[in-house]
């Protein structure tokens, strides 16, 4: 099982970004997917989940009404849009597959995970 992010980059603050994470040697469609984030000596914190469907989603308080999260299952692929970046948005950006059925917010329901994309914001 592969999850590959991609996307991230150094951006000024108010920009946006759009990271990606494609899943190999997985059926993708039976997997709610997150996204997580993780700051220079912090711990990891969720950032948004999504549905195997793509029908019911669910943010981080922090980062509700700026970010999106999508999926198209038929590239096996999820995304998440980032706009109106802040400097505290700055992370390491994981994915994450979950087999289980409800949508979840808590890292150890996730099954596998990806290696991880930096996101810079800059004031």
């Known amino acids: 099982v592969q999850l590959q992010a991609s996307g991230g980059g150094l951006v000024q603050a108010g920009g946006s970004l759009r990271l990606s994470c494609a899943a190999s040697?997985?059926?993708?469609?039976?997997?709610?997917m997150g996204w997580f984030r993780q700051a220079p000596g912090q711990e990891r914190d969720f950032v948004a989940t999504i549905n195997w469907s793509g029908y019911s989603t669910y943010y981080a308080d922090s980062v509700k009404g700026r970010f999106t999260i999508s999926r198209d299952n038929a590239k096996n692929t999820v995304y998440l849009q980032m706009n109106s970046l802040k400097p505290e948005d700055t992370a390491l950006y994981y994915c994450a597959a979950d087999l289980t059925g409800s949508l979840s917010y808590v890292e150890n329901e996730y099954d596998y995970w990806g290696q991880g994309t930096l996101v810079t914001v800059s004031s």
């Open positions: 040697g997985v059926t993708f469609s039976n997997y709610n």
